[in-house]
């Protein structure tokens, strides 16, 4: 047989994948510690090396190459299970493999910011090259002849693969290479020269006759299968100007080849009139093997042996049997026998492959973990908010009653009571007023900044939107990417979100501020000395008898307020400090059942470990109403036994009392809106840095596509298309008939349609929380503005519900609610941006 055909190769182009993946999966994975941290950045830096390496090994087309871009192909399918493949912003631009261009230079191509394109584009060049290590196979010995076959029929897979893959990865309009017209005509080529292959094995084996002609008889009906496909109009103009002579010769040769061998079946039945038909037709399917393909050396050695058949049988006839000589149309064909046929596709490809991300989760697994981590949070969150809301209560009530102080013996020294002096130590020891305004201050710096990269990055949104239009307008229909409207919908929905954290922000800075204004005195005094303070409060009209009953029974009841106090303190940093790992059994559900019911697993385990917990919060304030109670009627005992009904000095204490609880209160307020403003800016700059990427992304696209239109026009006009040989219709005489069987072609799958998950560009976002009156099952929920908070924590701005509802593929960061005790800002960090897969013989 003829040499074996070689598909040409996707010309790559070098492209930055360091900085767009690395972004992306530490903005996924930006938890982990720094170590992983690290070794993530180590395998960002191994994989572009490896790429570099993978996509010119294509060209060096020997045996060698293929372990090496093997070894790339199962990285990119191991990475894709562990990041959001569609959120990876890496503009992959590949040549088409049969375009050659023109006299202006230039050639069609593709740019494409998809992982999953690039995985095309690579297992085409995977397929090709094993063509082209096939056809450099020596098909003399049985080595060559066994990796041919193996390689031919590995490459057949791919392109029945790509056949699917192709309109799920490329949503707009492939090069020429990935249509699915030629794909078609590549798989059912390798098929056809894999069956070549399995023909010139069974010649070496000596194998019978018979099998022979059925084989030969297989692989003509193939290589004419091949040549209709060929023939179609989207294609027939993309070919070499040898590959339909040489398919045309094949497919004559390989029916000469038929007649050959089944006529040497007829002589060993003494059936000599149908050899000599037969061996009539081979001759003549001979020459025309030789006429359609211009050079048909190889098939000398059978015509020749086929010509000196028909002389000894027609002498022999003439002489001996004297039989009639049948028409060669109506004799039987000898039968087919397919051997070659396309081998699905391996996973992994590679004799030794490991994976250079191994410490990556997959990405499914990661979310899960990430949602359980926000779902145990939302409890915690919860039961530590009823219990300072139930704090905030027990301190309103005694400041009301001014309790403690009412019933101490005034410090010897400065005439205060003990309570007092320590709430004012306490007040000095945390920083005192100029604290509070220190932090106070900060807030409209932290505020400005996130709203300058928040308003950067809509520029930039803004920038390529308005771009993209123009484009658009100015050339129509030609300008074929998908809009950018189209591709920003998830961006703008999220940068609107955005925008609603900082309007809620920025007013729980007002009430923040309205809360210091209505303190400031209280606070201003608690700041000073005790002799400073004592100077400030109105002598004292009277003492307090220890002895008293009322007394004494409210001293006890204050000892159990300082008890409950300190158990609640106990408790919420059990409740904080809970922690459980569900990786193990998450990693168990998805190995079992291939997917993860999340908030069943998750459920089941909290409640395992909070449940006694949530117990002791229950009963801590069940029991705070029977001390309140104990309280109020204690305190109407002692006014009744001193008649204390309430001097200025006592008033005083109690705004004292008053502004010291509000002190602390602003003081953690301040200090988790700080936290909160500071971790916006981490999540902002996540958010920045993709919007950057995918900007960047598409600038190189626009580019790529209008070089291609700007040179269409001075693109030289194909060549005539060469015309189907008219030897390949039905000829008449000598008893020939090369008409290509009427094979009906196998029908060609639909393209699936592109989901939207395979979009180029992400649809969804991981780690923008839904917002607060979301729908569970609404993709794109309605934004319900969230109430403002209530009570004492004017920063719990956001209470969203449980993080199964966040969007995926966002990078994860902590919630907006840790601007707050509640819903978030005393929970575990969520995350945040760093500090920053042939027969044998």
């Known amino acids: 047989m003829s040499k074996l055909l070689g598909v040409p190769l996707k010309k790559p182009s070098e492209v930055d994948v360091v900085t767009p993946l690395n972004n992306l999966i530490q903005g996924t994975y930006s938890a982990a510690p720094a170590a992983d941290k690290a070794s993530y950045s180590e395998a960002v830096n191994n994989f572009s090396s490896q790429r570099k390496t993978a996509i010119w090994k294509f060209f060096e087309k020997n045996e060698g190459s293929l372990e090496i871009v093997y070894s790339y192909y199962d990285q990119i399918c191991a990475l894709e299970t562990k990041i959001s493949v569609n959120e990876l912003q890496i503009p992959f631009k590949w040549k088409d493999a049969f375009d050659k261009g023109s006299i202006f230079g230039g050639r069609i191509s593709l740019t494409h910011t998809s992982l999953l394109y690039e995985k095309v584009c690579v297992l085409f060049n995977i397929a090709a090259l094993q063509s082209n290590v096939a056809a450099a196979q020596s098909l003399d010995c049985d080595d060559g002849l066994k990796m041919a076959l193996k390689l031919l029929q590995q490459s057949a897979g791919i392109f029945q693969y790509l056949k699917g893959a192709t309109p799920a990865a490329i949503p707009s309009e492939p090069t020429p290479d990935l249509t699915q017209d030629m794909l078609t005509v590549l798989q059912a080529l390798m098929i056809a020269q894999a069956q070549e292959v399995v023909i010139l094995k069974a010649i070496k084996d000596n194998m019978k006759d018979q099998i022979i002609a059925k084989l030969c008889c297989q692989a003509e009906e193939f290589y004419a299968d091949v040549l209709r496909a060929m023939q179609k109009e989207s294609v027939r103009s993309l070919w070499d100007k040898e590959w339909i002579p040489t398919v045309a010769g094949k497919q004559a040769g390989c029916h000469a080849l038929t007649q050959l061998y089944q006529s040497l079946v007829c002589r060993a039945s003494k059936k000599i009139g149908e050899e000599i038909a037969r061996l009539r037709s081979a001759v003549d399917l001979f020459k025309a093997a030789q006429t359609r393909s211009g050079n048909a050396t190889y098939l000398d050695e059978y015509f020749n042996r086929a010509k000196r058949n028909l002389a000894e049988s027609t002498k022999d006839n003439e002489f001996i049997y004297n039989e009639m000589i049948p028409d060669i149309s109506t004799l039987a064909a000898p039968g087919k026998a397919q051997l070659a046929k396309a081998l699905p596709l391996a996973s992994p490809m590679s004799t030794n492959f490991k994976d250079k991300f191994d410490n990556l989760v997959p990405v499914e697994l990661h979310n899960a973990i990430m949602a359980s981590d926000t779902r145990k949070n939302e409890i915690v969150n919860a039961e530590v908010m009823k219990l300072r809301e139930a704090t905030q209560t027990l301190n309103a009530v005694l400041a009301s009653l001014n309790l403690p102080a009412a019933i101490e013996i005034t410090d010897g020294s400065s005439g205060l009571p003990p309570s007092l002096l320590d709430k004012a130590r306490d007040v000095r020891e945390k920083g005192g007023i100029d604290g509070v305004q220190s932090l106070l201050k900060e ?44 591709l920003t919908e998830m961006f703008r929905t999220n940068a609107k979100k955005y925008r609603e954290v900082i309007f809620n922000a920025i007013e729980a800075d007002k009430v923040v501020r309205q809360k210091f204004e209505a303190n400031q005195k209280g606070i201003s005094l608690l700041s000073l000395s005790p002799e400073q303070i004592n100077q400030a409060v109105p002598s004292a009209n009277g003492t307090v008898d220890p002895n008293c009953p009322s007394v004494q029974k409210l001293r006890a009841l204050m000892e159990s307020v300082e008890t409950i106090k300190a158990e609640r303190d106990a408790i919420e940093s059990e409740l904080k400090g809970a922690t459980f790992d569900m990786k193990h059994q998450f990693l168990q559900a998805l190995q079992k059942d291939g997917a993860i019911d999340e908030p069943a697993l998750s459920l089941m385990r909290i409640g395992e470990v909070l449940n006694p917990l949530q117990a002791q919060v229950k009963e801590s304030i069940e029991r705070q109403q029977t001390i309140i109670a104990d309280v109020q009627q204690g305190h109407n005992e002692f006014i009744s036994e001193t008649g204390n009904c309430g001097s200025s000095r006592d008033k005083l204490y109690q705004e004292l009392a008053t502004a010291y609880d509000s002190f602390i209160e602003l003081l953690g307020n301040l200090k988790e809106g700080t936290k909160f403003y500071n971790d916006l800016t981490q999540l902002l700059v996540v958010f920045q840095n993709k919007i950057s990427d995918f900007c960047f992304a598409r600038k190189t696209e626009k580019e790529e596509l209008l070089k291609d239109l700007t040179t269409e026009s001075s693109r030289q006009a194909p060549g005539p298309t060469p015309a189907l040989p008219s030897h390949y219709a039905s000829t008449s005489g000598s008893g020939s008939d090369i008409t290509a069987p009427t094979i009906a072609p196998s029908p060609v799958p639909a393209a699936p349609t592109a989901a939207s998950t395979n979009m180029p560009y992400p649809q969804q976002m991981q780690g923008m929380p839904v917002p607060y009156g979301a729908a569970p099952n609404m993709p794109y929920p ?60």
């Open 443 to 486: 807030l409209p710096e932290l505020l400005n900044r996130n709203k300058e990269i928040l308003d950067e990055t809509e520029r930039m949104l803004d920038e390529e939107r308005d771009s993209d239009n123009q484009l658009r307008a100015q050339f129509n229909e030609r300008w074929s990417r998908i809009s950018s409207d189209k």
């Open 782 to 841: 309605a934004y319900a503005p969230p109430p403002m908070p209530q009570g004492f924590n004017p920063y719990a701005t956001l209470p969203y519900p449980g993080s199964a509802y966040q969007y995926s593929g966002f990078p994860q960061g902590p919630q907006p609610g840790h601007y707050g005790t509640y819903p978030g800002s005393f929970a575990h960090q969520q995350g945040g941006y760093p500090n920053q897969k042939p027969p044998g013989w």
